[in-house]
């Protein structure tokens, strides 16, 4: 991985030549990996000391609300906690493609800024979310001509060219693909691009070739996200076979960026948290690692639909089932790279708004490291602790 002071050359120039004082009320670069609240160290600094960065999801909007680095509150604690930052939405088609001809970079691109004038690393997620409900309706409805594998070439190469041109300076590690599995077909799934250039894996490996391509020293990642409940094992049987595929293949991808939202959906007697299957994740982690690809723990939460109600006890069993997760996966401390949650807050965070999710007695999730009033929770102790056993 990069130095991040390597990584920030050319990033201005590839954002139109704007200055970070062009962003009225820039703020002055600070250091990463402050005290938090109560003294404590910080959680990338506790991570630098593996090796690895903690980070989050972050959002921009102009109304300073929720996960956006215009709310004072949430980007405060971004930066005391935190030493690497990705993009919820606004790397993805939906946002920066309006349309066939036009970009529009103008939230990712005050994201990119507020990384630079804070000294921090930025993750880019996602070249492409290969699923139809996540393209925009112009790409679901897209009419390739009377040469459809050479025009789906030259739509998925132009962008893939455009966003690296623009933030590959100051972006080391990149979501090439993210999300490829059609759970009914078993399959990688199809899409307007697979039909138009023949099959899925088309699709797949010209993203990463046109990726490695323009950033031959970058980090290329396929994110998804199976997990260690029982519940997933085909998923994770699918995606090492995509995996597999890609190594026969020669696609140029480094790593596996697990999402790991990981569930307590039901409560297992023996334990008192969710189930979880070790010895099918860990086959799964070895078989991944055995075929030379690197790991990241990119999306983190914690789903607590099984969980009482009481605050306390929920906090509690959720501190401990992301202690078990975290202790397993720093196991392959010689193969896990960056570790970020997706959110720092419970209220900013997608679980609130994602139906399966939702809790039985309606109350809040509360599956990230801070509560809704931004305060410490255990799940924030029990990350501490698992980097710095």
């Given at each position: 991985?990069?130095?991040?002071?390597?990584s920030r050359?050319?990033?201005l120039?590839?954002?139109?030549?704007?200055?970070l004082?062009?962003?009225?009320g820039?703020?002055?670069v600070?250091?990463v990996?402050?005290?938090?609240?109560?003294?404590?160290?910080?959680?990338?600094?506790?991570?630098?000391?593996?090796?690895?960065?903690?980070?989050?999801?972050?959002a921009?909007?102009?109304?300073?609300t929720?996960?956006?680095?215009?709310?004072?509150?949430?980007?405060a604690?971004?930066?005391?906690?935190?030493?690497?930052?990705?993009p919820?939405?606004?790397?993805?088609?939906?946002?920066?493609?309006?349309?066939?001809?036009?970009?529009?970079?103008?939230?990712?691109?005050?994201?990119?800024?507020?990384?630079?004038?804070?000294?921090?690393?930025?993750?880019?997620?996602?070249?492409?979310?290969?699923?139809?409900?996540?393209?925009p309706?112009?790409?679901?409805?897209?009419?390739?001509?009377?040469?459809?594998?050479?025009?789906?070439?030259?739509?998925?190469?132009?962008?893939?060219?455009?966003v690296?041109?623009?933030?590959?300076?100051?972006?080391?590690?990149?979501d090439v693909?993210n999300?490829?599995?059609?759970?009914?077909?078993?399959?990688?799934i199809?899409?307007?691009?697979?039909?138009?250039?023949?099959?899925?894996?088309?699709?797949?490996?010209?993203?990463?070739?046109?990726?490695?391509?323009?950033?031959?020293?970058?980090?290329?990642?396929?994110n998804?996200?199976?997990?260690?409940?029982p519940?997933?094992a085909?998923?994770?049987?699918?995606?090492?076979?995509?995996?597999?595929?890609?190594?026969?293949?020669?696609?140029?991808?480094?790593?596996?960026?697990?999402?790991?939202?990981?569930?307590?959906?039901?409560?297992?007697?023996?334990?008192?948290?969710?189930p979880?299957?070790?010895a099918?994740?860990?086959?799964?982690?070895?078989?991944?690692?055995g075929?030379?690809?690197?790991?990241?723990?990119?999306?983190?939460d914690?789903?607590?639909?099984?969980?009482?109600g009481?605050?306390?006890?929920?906090?509690?069993?959720?501190?401990d089932?992301?202690?078990?997760?975290?202790?397993l996966m720093?196991?392959?401390?010689?193969?896990?790279?960056?570790?970020?949650?997706?959110?720092?807050v419970?209220?900013?965070?997608w679980?609130?708004?994602?139906?399966?999710?939702?809790?039985?007695?309606?109350?809040?999730?509360?599956?990230?490291?801070?509560?809704?009033?931004?305060?410490?929770?255990?799940?924030?102790?029990?990350?501490?602790?698992?980097?710095?056993?």
């Amino acid at each position: 991985m990069r130095d991040w002071q390597a990584s920030r050359r050319g990033v201005l120039a590839g954002m139109g030549g704007l200055s970070l004082t062009a962003c009225a009320g820039a703020p002055a670069v600070l250091p990463v990996g402050g005290p938090v609240a109560g003294g404590n160290t910080s959680l990338d600094a506790i991570a630098r000391r593996g090796g690895r960065r903690f980070g989050t999801a972050v959002a921009w909007n102009e109304a300073g609300t929720g996960m956006s680095l215009s709310n004072p509150d949430y980007a405060a604690l971004v930066r005391s906690e935190c030493g690497i930052i990705v993009p919820e939405n606004e790397m993805k088609w939906q946002a920066l493609r309006p349309s066939p001809d036009a970009y529009d970079f103008s939230a990712m691109d005050e994201i990119a800024r507020w990384a630079l004038a804070h000294a921090m690393e930025l993750r880019a997620h996602v070249l492409l979310w290969h699923r139809p409900e996540w393209f925009p309706d112009w790409l679901n409805s897209y009419d390739f001509g009377a040469n459809p594998v050479r025009e789906a070439e030259r739509l998925l190469v132009d962008h893939i060219a455009t966003v690296t041109a623009r933030y590959g300076d100051q972006i080391a590690s990149w979501d090439v693909v993210n999300e490829a599995i059609d759970h009914q077909r078993r399959a990688p799934i199809e899409t307007s691009l697979s039909r138009a250039m023949g099959n899925p894996e088309a699709v797949i490996d010209l993203a990463f070739h046109a990726a490695r391509e323009r950033l031959p020293d970058a980090q290329l990642v396929y994110n998804d996200y199976m997990s260690w409940e029982p519940a997933h094992a085909g998923h994770c049987a699918d995606v090492l076979r995509l995996l597999e595929g890609m190594k026969k293949r020669g696609v140029p991808c480094d790593a596996l960026g697990i999402q790991s939202h990981i569930e307590i959906f039901e409560i297992d007697p023996a334990t008192g948290v969710g189930p979880y299957d070790e010895a099918g994740w860990r086959r799964f982690l070895d078989d991944v690692t055995g075929m030379g690809y690197r790991l990241l723990i990119t999306e983190f939460d914690v789903k607590d639909a099984a969980l009482p109600g009481d605050i306390a006890l929920r906090d509690a069993k959720v501190a401990d089932y992301t202690r078990r997760y975290f202790d397993l996966m720093l196991e392959y401390d010689d193969h896990l790279d960056d570790i970020l949650a997706w959110g720092m807050v419970d209220a900013s965070n997608w679980l609130q708004y994602f139906e399966p999710a939702a809790r039985p007695d309606g109350l809040e999730v509360r599956g990230t490291p801070y509560d809704s009033k931004y305060r410490t929770k255990p799940m924030r102790d029990a990350i501490a602790a698992a980097l710095q056993a």
